[in-house]
Every structure is written in C-alpha cells, then in structure tokens.
C-alpha cells in the first residue's frame, strides 16, 4: 500500500488548491479514503472523509463548505477540493488509509495560506 500527496503549496488568503493522493497496492473504492492535517505545534487532525461504500463524505467543522474529498476510481485517486482557504488552514496534509486494522499514510504535502 501507498499513498502519494501531491498539490499543495502557497496560496494568499481567499484562494483554492486542490490537492491529490495517487494510491497504488490496493483500490480506493473498497476503502474510506481520508485527509487530515497537522499544523505547526498541534496534533494532527481529521479534516474530511469517503466511504468505500456508497461514498457517503463527512467533514470536520472547520472546513464545511469550503473543502470537498472526492474520488475518481479509474485514477485510484482521491482529492481534497480547498476554497476559501484562510490562514489558519495551513499545514501539512495526509491522505489515510486503514486496510485490515493497518493505518497506511503519504508523506504529506504543504499548504501554506499567507498574504
């Protein structure tokens, strides 16, 4: 199993990114694909969610209605869609998955929202 982020960077307040998490060792559609994000000096924390099955989305407070996790099955990929993003939004990003009790995560990439 693997998990390549990929999409991040600098982007003033207000702006978009869309990140990406490319999977290989096993297909996205059987598992719930997550993102999270751990910002300088805190704990890493769950930002959205797609279940496998029916691919049902849940979101964490704080982005609701700016953030949207999507999935292409044909890429193996899974997206988080960021708008509005303000600067309380930076951090490093993860994309999870857990596959029979194992927690499998990428390597991160870095989103940095300043003017």
């Known amino acids: 199993v693997q998990l390549v982020e990929s999409g991040g960077g600098l982007v003033q307040p207000g702006g978009s990114l869309r990140l990406s998490c490319a999977a290989s060792?096993?297909?996205?559609?059987?598992?719930?694909m997550s993102w999270h994000r751990q910002a300088p000096g805190k704990e890493r924390e769950l930002v959205a969610f797609?279940?496998?099955?029916?691919?049902?989305?849940n979101y964490a407070d704080s982005v609701k209605g700016r953030f949207t996790i999507s999935r292409d099955n044909a890429k193996n990929t899974v997206y988080l869609q960021m708008n509005s993003l303000k600067p309380e939004d930076t951090a490093v990003y993860y994309c999870?998955?857990?596959?029979?009790?194992?927690?499998?995560w990428g390597q991160g990439t870095m989103v940095t929202v300043s003017s």
């Open positions: 999870m998955t857990n596959r029979w009790g194992v927690a499998y």
């Open positions: 797609i279940t496998s099955a029916g691919g049902s989305t």
């Open positions: 060792g096993f297909t996205i559609s059987t598992s719930t």
